[in-house]
């Protein structure tokens, strides 16, 4: 009876395994080199998110201090009445911007970043909202005018 | 400069500090009111567009911090705490609406009118906050 050895299977198979570990041997995969560079680019990113959240926060000091600004024309008005508005583009572009973010967020990459970009977005939303109140709102409601004129005398 | 609150403020104050997320709304009411120049509390978003009585509302502690509502009468250097909440935590809250805003304004007049006020006052280590019922 012919007997099976199956030689040229397992001559495969060794062959297949010698050139993997010959070749994971020569492998930059995990080198430092390439551990390197994978951390600065992390690196680079998180410097790049902290600048943007630097420059959003910029931008909601200077709408702030807007209204501290008194007796604004209706030229004024209308321009700030854009301004409201561009303001709510920029939140929309940014809120996209931090969506995409959620998946590095879950991998637990630049989180603290990823936190104060979400706050400073936050804050130019909370920041538009009270431009449209303290410049189009509040002046509109009769108790709200009616308290300031009490006041007024008050003081 | 004299530091008052209302009834509207303590309520909030009483139930923020009792949470151990919160424990440094004391310390920050502290550092950021008292013992300051009248003029460097003339920021944040400024209400009512009024030089002489702003009504400003003022982050502290950065976005995810604390918001407060405050009127500063400066010609008689008194500044009136109205409200105060978290932005994050359990008891966080995104902002106040503008009839909540208009309420708070007209509930100050009245306290100021009718001297229903708390007095705040630093105690002797300058550690804690002490209210005293105005009479």
Known sequence: MECLTHKGEIQATFDNVRNISFNEKRSSFLDEDAMNSFLDRILVFKSELKAKTERITEINSKLENITWYSDLNDDSLMLLNDLISVAKDLHSSLVRQYVKLTFIKNKGVAKSEIKEFKNAIDELKDTYNDLDSVFFSLPEMPEFIETTKKLSLVS | ?135
């Open chain 2, 1 to 135: 400069m004299n530091i008052y609150s209302i009834d509207t403020f303590n309520k909030e104050f009483e139930k923020l500090i009792k949470k151990n997320a919160y424990k440094s709304l004391e310390q920050e009411i502290i550092s950021y009111f008292f013992n300051k120049p009248i003029e460097q509390l003339l920021s944040g978003t400024r209400l009512n567009n009024s030089d002489t009585f702003p009504y400003i509302k003022k982050r502290l502690l950065g976005s995810g911090g604390f918001r407060f509502y405050f009127l500063i009468l400066i010609k008689e250097e008194n500044l009136y705490l109205m409200f105060v909440h978290p932005k994050t935590g359990s008891m966080g809250a995104e902002n106040i609406d503008d009839e909540s805003k208009s309420l708070l304004y007209k509930q100050v007049l009245n306290c100021i009118e009718t001297q229903d006020l708390h007095l705040l006052q630093l105690s002797e280590d300058s550690k804690r906050l002490i209210f005293s019922k105005v009479e």
